[in-house]
């Protein structure tokens, strides 16, 4: 090998040892239901869906349905928010047919909130989920399940149960592990179900789980960080004067930084209507 192929060979070694392990996040689904019967009457199903890669989702539904001698009430929440590396999830339902005649006709109530995330793993990763979960009510027609799960979706590091509970009152987690490159979904559901025309013990069922799943994988730069040093301030001033009058002269001389970072505004445009939330963020900390 030439002297200049050896140099190229250990050049590109070195550029792929810099690629760092990182995480794409592909798409998410989550959902919440509820549903009830009192009687003849019926409320729902009432549905509330979202997908999207990233984003926050934060909603509540609620279902009851009653006649003059049957009934149940329902709710369903979801407060799930996807940043790059770090999920949370807060999943709680209910429902309660408390209403209804005990085991002579029909008083149920249906509740589920989901959460799935896809992702995908470019390199070996540590990865930490912390939280609680619990369930309460499975007894002659009445479901309580709360899990959270990684499941492979090829390829990678086989899927795995991390918590799973039925009639269990508040039990909690803080799990530890690797991911191998590959694939990924982290699945969350919780469900109650009761169903009072077999009832002869509980009236009610509830579940619900509240986690953080974070994956070790490099934050990136906060918008403004015109110089990639981790934190907006002063020292960015000239960088960002320079990436929105000169371009390509900032690119020049910070070819490791994202240009993107000066839209501080984030209407997708990097000009002078980006000065003032960017000055708000570099000297005062009031940042987007
Ligand atoms: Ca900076
Ligand atoms: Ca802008």
Do not use: K
């Not at 339902?93 to 793993?121: C, H, K, P, Q, R």
């Not at 492979?152 to 690797?178: E, K």
């Not at 209407?267 to 002078?272: A, E, K, Q, R, T």
């Amino acid at each position: 090998m030439t002297r200049l192929g050896t140099m190229v060979t250990v050049l590109a070694l070195l550029t792929t040892r810099l690629v760092s392990a990182d995480v794409i996040e592909t798409s998410s689904s989550r959902f919440i239901v509820v549903m009830n019967q009192g009687g003849d009457v019926i409320d729902g199903p009432t549905q509330v869906d979202f997908a999207s890669t990233q984003g926050l989702f934060d909603e509540v539904v609620q279902s009851s349905a009653w006649n003059e001698f049957h009934g149940g009430s329902s709710e369903a929440l979801q407060d799930s928010d996807v940043t790059h590396g770090v999920y949370r999830v807060h999943l709680e339902v209910g429902t309660d047919a408390d209403g209804g005649t005990m085991g002579t006709d029909i008083a149920t109530g249906y509740a589920e909130s989901s959460f799935e995330l896809l992702f995908t793993l470019t390199e070996a990763t540590d990865f930490n989920i912390a939280g609680t979960y619990n369930s309460f009510g499975e007894i002659n027609g009445a479901v309580s399940e709360v899990e959270i799960r990684i499941d492979s979706l090829g390829g990678g590091t086989p899927s795995q149960v991390i918590a799973y509970a039925t009639d269990n009152c508040c039990p909690s987690t803080n799990v530890d592990g690797t991911l191998l490159p590959g694939a990924y979904a982290l699945r969350a559901h919780v469900l109650a179900i009761v169903d009072q025309s077999f009832m002869t013990s509980y009236t009610t069922s509830t579940s619900g789980t509240n986690f953080t799943m974070t994956l070790d994988v490099p934050q990136p730069n906060p918008l403004g960080d015109m110089n990639c040093s981790g934190v907006v301030n002063v020292d960015d001033v000239a960088a960002f004067v320079q990436a929105v009058l000169d371009p390509s002269g900032y690119e020049n001389t910070h070819p490791n930084c994202d240009r993107n970072l000066a839209d501080v505004n984030g209407d997708n445009l990097i000009d002078g209507a980006d000065v003032s939330a960017f000055s708000r963020c570099a000297l005062l900390a009031e940042c987007p």
